[in-house]
Nanobody, 128 residues
């Protein structure tokens, strides 16, 4: 059974940066696409970014293009989300999710229902 654990959240000022980590156990990155979602209080869960297992293809929501970067590190069996130029409205719980069948395409839309395994999340607060 795949288990995911997020870390790296915290309090950051507007315009600042954070790097989130998603550590994977019970399987490897070779077999799972990994995505990042976020959810603010009272709002729906939003797909932020995704990276495929086969060829490393990626997806970014329009709202984060040019500011966020997703990357995988096979030696560490982890996926990272570098977030730059953060905005107060990006305050949310950030969750990583994995699925063995999903393929991340640049023009796709991430849906939470497409991912079978989830971490518990890490809180990101963007505030001065």
């Amino acid at each position: 059974q795949v288990q995911l654990m997020e870390s790296g959240g915290g309090l950051v000022q507007p315009g600042g940066s954070l790097r989130l980590s998603c550590a994977i156990s019970g399987s490897t990155l070779d077999y799972h696409a990994v995505a990042w979602f976020r959810q603010a209080p009272g709002k729906d869960r939003e797909g932020v970014s995704c990276i495929s297992s086969s060829d490393g293809s990626t997806y970014y929501a329009d709202s984060v293009k040019g500011r966020f970067t997703i990357a995988r590190e096979r030696d560490e069996n982890a996926v990272y989300l570098q977030m730059n130029s953060l905005k107060p409205e990006e305050t949310a719980g950030y969750y990583c999710a994995a699925d063995p069948d999903y393929y991340c395409e640049a023009d796709s839309v991430l849906a939470a229902l497409d991912f079978r395994s989830w971490g518990r999340g890490t809180q990101v607060t963007v505030s001065s």
